[in-house]
């Protein structure tokens, strides 16, 4: 299991440790996990978290104290939801993508890999791939290279 915050230092981690290493997932006995939720390898999901039904969470995804997330959503590798997320139903969050406390996503939004959402954002509309947005409604501020090699 690697508790580390940030989504590339994860993927970074994972990286360091090879393609024999296994990961635990760790679901808190306090979150309420619903039917079909299928969970990837070294995920955590941190109590109080609410998951419905028929979700996917990739691996070394992150799920703070406090989400919600609705039916038929898909959490990508290496993402983060900050602590109050709340996700509708039918949202994709690619990989690597961190949104902040108390973010609310509408139904069917994709949210696209490495993308940032700031702090109680209320995302209405996509978010490109490596956008940062931010406000009610959130709107880009920023675009960041998203490629397979970190640039930083």
């Known amino acids: 299991m690697l508790a580390v915050g940030d989504g590339r230092a994860r993927q970074r981690a994972v990286a360091s440790l090879g393609s024999n290493a296994r990961f635990a997932t760790v679901i808190h006995p306090a979150a309420t996990v619903g039917p079909r939720v299928v969970v990837g390898a070294g995920a955590m999901i941190i109590g109080p978290a609410s998951l419905t039904s ?37 949202v994709t969050i690619e990989e690597g993508a961190n949104l902040g406390v108390g973010v609310s996503v509408a139904p069917g939004v994709v949210i696209g890999a490495w993308a940032i959402v700031g702090a109680g954002a209320v995302v209405i509309r996509n978010v490109d791939a490596g956008t940062t947005v931010v406000g009610v409604p959130a709107r880009p501020i920023a675009r960041k290279f998203v490629g397979s090699a970190d640039p930083q």
Not at 62 to 81: E, I, K, S
């Open 54 to 90: 028929d979700i996917e969470v990739g691996a070394h995804a992150l799920v703070n104290p406090g989400c919600t997330v609705a039916h038929d959503c898909v959490l990508g590798a290496y993402c983060n939801l900050g602590p109050s997320v709340a996700l509708a139903g039918r």
